[in-house]
C-alpha cells in the first residue's frame, strides 16, 4: 500500500523540471554536492516531528537557530563590535524570502508608527523602492497597509541613488535597496542610500535574499568586478534579509532577517496574553513552524563553514564570466545592464537589426525545446511611463560549471533557432478583450470569464514544455488587473479539486 503511494509519487515527480544538475536556471539552487544533501535530508529527518513554535519545549530550535544568525551576521559584518557599544545584530529564521520581506516591513511600519505618528498624523506610511525590487515588497505594502512608492529606473534596469534618496520624506516608513536585485542582477546604490536614510532618521533595509550568501565571498577580478560593500558595513543599513534557500542550498522553507537594533527585532514580534488559551509569542508570521528546513539550512551552513561557501561562490562567478562571454558572441542578444552576482538577464540588442536581433522570450521557449529552463521576464511600464525590456533570467549555480560547454552551445544554438522572429504579438487579443469590456479601466474577469479568455488565447492548459513567449506578450498589452485575474485563474485551476 505504501510502495504503491511512493510510486505514484515518483512518477509524478517524474514530470517535474529536473531540481539538480542545472538545467534549469531559476527556482532551484544545487551546490552540484550529493553529500551536502544527503546530510540535509538526514538533519531535516531528524528534526521533522519538532515544532518550532515553541524553543522553550524544544530548545534543539533555539540552538540551531542561534547558532544560524551567528553564521549569517558574521559575514554580513553584523557582530558585535566591542569597545564602540554595539551588540551585534539580532533577527529571525523565517519560512523564506518572501516573510522576511513581509516581516522586515511590518517591523518598520510598527516603528514608523510609534515614532512619527504624532507628529505626522492620518498619513499612510509609505515604501519606497527601486522599481526593481522584489514583489514581495508590494505584497507587504497591500498586507500592511503601506502606500508602495516604486522608483523608475533606467533602461539599463539601474536605479540611480539620487532618484530614491529624492522621495525620501517623513512620511516614508522603509527604503528598500536589493543585493542584487532578482530581475536585472543589478546592486543597487545600497551606501548613497542607506546614509541619505540614516540622515533623515528613515529605516532602510537590504534585500539580499538572492545575494546574501553568495556575495561575501564573491571574487574580485577576472571578469567580475569587486562589489562594493552592501551589508551592515554601511551604516544606514537597518535590516537585511538573506534566504538559506536559495544561495544556502537548503531545501525550501528557509530565510533569515536581521536586524541591526534590537528594538526593532522586538517589534517584529507578535505576543498576547489575551485569550484563554497558552501565551502567545511568534517571531515570524506563522504559529506552529516546521523545523526541519531550519535543521537543514544549520546543518549545511556548518559543514561548508566560510570554506565551501566562499568554493561555491568562485564557481558561479567563474560560470557567470563564461555565460557573459558567450552572449557577448552572439548577435542580436545581450546582457542587461552590469549584474553583480549570480545572476544574469538577456535582452535583445536594441541597436541590432531586426533581422538580426534575438528576442529572449522566443530564446528562452528554444532553450526549453533543447532541455534548459530559463526564466520569462515580461516587458515592464514603469510609473513615469518609461518601458524595461522583456528580458529572460537566469540563475547561476555551481553545479552549472560541469555543463557550462553544453550551455554555452545550447545558448548559441537557441538563439540561432529565433534570430530575426518578431516578437510574439499579442495585440489583437488584447484588442479582442478591449472589446469584451476588459481594458484599460473596464472590467476584471471573474473565474468563468478567466477561463473563457484564457481558451481565447491560447492558454486554457499549461504543460511545462509549452512555449510561453505569446503569454508573456499578453501580459505586456493587458491592463495589470485583467493580466493578474488571468493568471490567477490558470494557476487556481491547476488545483481545483477534480
Ligand atoms: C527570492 C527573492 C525574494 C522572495 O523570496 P521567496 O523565498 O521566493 O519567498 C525576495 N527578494 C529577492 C531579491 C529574491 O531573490
Request: charged content about 25%.
Amino acid at each position: 500500500m505504501s510502495e504503491a503511494i511512493l510510486d505514484r509519487l515518483r512518477r509524478l515527480r517524474a514530470g517535474d523540471a529536473p531540481t539538480h544538475g542545472g538545467r534549469v536556471l531559476a527556482y532551484v539552487y544545487d551546490a552540484g554536492l550529493p553529500e551536502l544533501d544527503e546530510l540535509a535530508d538526514e538533519a531535516a529527518r531528524l528534526s521533522r516531528p519538532v515544532n518550532g513554535l515553541d524553543p522553550t519545549v524544544f530548545p534543539s530550535v533555539a540552538v540551531m537557530e542561534r547558532e544560524l544568525l551567528g553564521f549569517v551576521r558574521r559575514v554580513l559584518h553584523g557582530g558585535p563590535r566591542t569597545g564602540r557599544g554595539i551588540g551585534g545584530a539580532v533577527g529571525t529564521v523565517t519560512s523564506g524570502g518572501t516573510e522576511s520581506c513581509l516581516l522586515a516591513v511590518k517591523t518598520a511600519r510598527d516603528r514608523w508608527r510609534s515614532e512619527r505618528s504624532a507628529a505626522i498624523p492620518a498619513v499612510r506610511p509609505r515604501l519606497v523602492a527601486p522599481a526593481t525590487a522584489h514583489a514581495a515588497f508590494q505584497k507587504a505594502a497591500r498586507l500592511f497597509d503601506l502606500e508602495w512608492d516604486p522608483v523608475p529606473c533606467g533602461a539599463d534596469g539601474s536605479v540611480r541613488a539620487q532618484d530614491v534618496v529624492s522621495r525620501l520624506d517623513a512620511d516614508v516608513a522603509l527604503v528598500v535597496v536589493s543585493a542584487p536585485a532578482y530581475p536585472s542582477g543589478a546592486l543597487d546604490p545600497v551606501r548613497e542610500v542607506a546614509e541619505a536614510a540614516r540622515a533623515r532618521g528613515i529605516r532602510c533595509h537590504v534585500d539580499a535574499c538572492f545575494g546574501g550568501l553568495v556575495l561575501p565571498w564573491w571574487p574580485d577580478g577576472g571578469g567580475n568586478r569587486r562589489v562594493p560593500p552592501w551589508d551592515f558595513r554601511v551604516d544606514g543599513v537597518t535590516s537585511i534579509s538573506a534566504d538559506l534557500h536559495k544561495f544556502g542550498y537548503a531545501p525550501k522553507g528557509v530565510s533569515v532577517l536581521l536586524h541591526r537594533d534590537r528594538r526593532d527585532h522586538r517589534a517584529q514580534f507578535f505576543a498576547t496574553t489575551r485569550w484563554p488559551g497558552y501565551p502567545v509569542v511568534n517571531p515570524t508570521l506563522l504559529g506552529s513552524r516546521s523545523a526541519s528546513s531550519l535543521a537543514a539550512a544549520w546543518a549545511i551552513v556548518h559543514r561548508l563553514g566560510d570554506a565551501g561557501f566562499a568554493e561555491l561562490a568562485r564557481s558561479i562567478a567563474r560560470v557567470a564570466e563564461s555565460v557573459r562571454a558567450e552572449v557577448e558572441s552572439i548577435a542580436g542578444l545581450q546582457v542587461w545592464g552590469d549584474p553583480a552576482g549570480p545572476a544574469v538577464t538577456l535582452v535583445a540588442d536594441p541597436d541590432a537589426p531586426a533581422a538580426v536581433r534575438v528576442d529572449p522570450h522566443h530564446l528562452a521557449d528554444a532553450l526549453a525545446g533543447r532541455g534548459w529552463r530559463i526564466q520569462h521576464q515580461p516587458g515592464f511600464v514603469q510609473t513615469d511611463g518609461s518601458r524595461l525590456p522583456r528580458s529572460a533570467h537566469l540563475t547561476l549555480t555551481p553545479v552549472l560549471e560541469r555543463r557550462i560547454g553544453e550551455f554555452r552551445s545550447a545558448l548559441t544554438a537557441a538563439a540561432d533557432d529565433v534570430r530575426g522572429r518578431p516578437p510574439a504579438d499579442a495585440r489583437g487579443l488584447a484588442r479582442a478583450m478591449r472589446a469584451l469590456g476588459y481594458g484599460p479601466g473596464g472590467r476584471v474577469p471573474g473565474p468563468r470569464a478567466a477561463s473563457t479568455l484564457l481558451t481565447l488565447a491560447g492558454a486554457g492548459t499549461v504543460r511545462p514544455d509549452r512555449p510561453m513567449a505569446t503569454l508573456m506578450a499578453l501580459i505586456e498589452e493587458l491592463p495589470a488587473p485583467v493580466a493578474e485575474a488571468l493568471l490567477t485563474e490558470l494557476v487556481a485551476r491547476l488545483s481545483a479539486p477534480a
